[in-house]
């Protein structure tokens, strides 16, 4: 079983950068996709970024593109998440997790992920 910890997240100004990070505090997650998710009150968990278990493959929200890089460190069994440029409309809790299934390509649907971290809040004021 894999324990997933975010960390990172904070209160920022429009324009602002925060990295947040995602270690796997039991279990290794070497060799599965991994992908970002936020959620705010009473809506749905919305897809951010998602990365293959090498690295080599990516994919993003049209609302995040270009403005932040998802990347992962499989010696030291974390996630990463840069995020530029952040506005208002980022404010959420961001949620890390692991695929399913072995992660040949980034995963999209949140079904397709079996473990999650616990959240960090991103606050991003105007």
Same mark, same amino acid.
């Given at each position: *079983?894999? *324990?997933?910890?975010?960390? %990172? %997240?904070?209160? !920022?100004?429009?324009?602002?950068?925060?990295?947040?990070?995602?270690?796997?505090? /039991?279990?290794?997650?070497?060799? +599965?996709?991994?992908?970002?998710?936020? *959620?705010?009150?009473?809506?749905? /968990?919305?897809?951010v970024a998602a990365i293959s278990w090498s690295g %080599?493959?990516? +994919? +993003?929200?049209?609302?995040? $593109?270009?403005?932040?890089?998802?990347? /992962?460190?499989?010696? /030291?069994n974390t996630v990463y998440l840069q995020m530029n440029?952040? $506005?208002?409309?980022?404010?959420? =809790?961001?949620?890390?997790? =692991?695929? $399913?299934?072995?992660?040949? !390509?980034?995963? =999209?649907d949140p079904h397709d992920y079996g473990y999650w971290?616990?959240?960090? *809040? !991103?606050?991003?004021?105007?």
């Amino acid at each position: *079983q894999v *324990q997933l910890v975010e960390s %990172g %997240g904070g209160l !920022v100004q429009a324009g602002g950068s925060l990295r947040l990070s995602c270690a796997a505090s /039991r279990g290794t997650f070497s060799g +599965y996709g991994m992908g970002w998710f936020r *959620q705010v009150p009473g809506k749905d /968990r919305e897809f951010v970024a998602a990365i293959s278990w090498s690295g %080599g493959s990516t +994919y +993003y929200a049209d609302s995040v $593109k270009g403005r932040f890089a998802i990347s /992962r460190d499989n010696t /030291r069994n974390t996630v990463y998440l840069q995020m530029n440029s952040l $506005k208002p409309e980022d404010t959420a =809790t961001y949620y890390c997790a =692991t695929s $399913k299934t072995d992660g040949t !390509v980034p995963f =999209t649907d949140p079904h397709d992920y079996g473990y999650w971290g616990q959240g960090t *809040q !991103v606050t991003v004021s105007s």
